[in-house]
Nanobody, 125 residues
């Protein structure tokens, strides 16, 4: 199983980025997908998740209204559209896959079976 995250970079506050995570080696439509992030010196935290069919989504409070998670099961890819970025959004962003039946909406890292390598997002003030 491989989860390849991409799309990170340096952006000014107020700007936008779209992260992508391409999955291979798993039956993508049987997995809920999530995005997590980890800032320097901090624990990894939940950002957003989406059900296997895309009908349900969850977000941490601080990104609601700014970030949107979506997926394309035909392309085995999950996306995270990030708008109105803030310096506090600076982190390495990881995508993760949770097998159907897991409590993917809980935000717990333990609900996820596979992890990507991360992509760095830096928001300058």
């Amino acid at each position: 199983v491989q989860l390849q995250a991409s799309g990170g970079g340096l952006v000014q506050a107020g700007g936008s980025l779209r992260l992508s995570c391409a999955a291979s080696g798993l039956a993508f439509s049987n997995y809920a997908m999530g995005w997590f992030r980890q800032a320097p010196g901090k624990e990894r935290e939940f950002v957003a998740s989406i059900s296997w069919g895309g009908g349900s989504t969850y977000y941490r409070d601080s990104v609601k209204g700014r970030f949107t998670i979506s997926r394309d099961n035909a392309k085995n890819t999950v996306y995270l559209q990030m708008n109105s970025l803030k310096p506090e959004d600076t982190a390495v962003y990881y995508c993760a896959a949770a097998l159907r039946g897991r409590n993917y909406g809980s935000g717990s890292t333990f609900a996820y079976d596979y992890w990507g390598q991360g992509t760095l997002v830096t928001v300058s003030s």
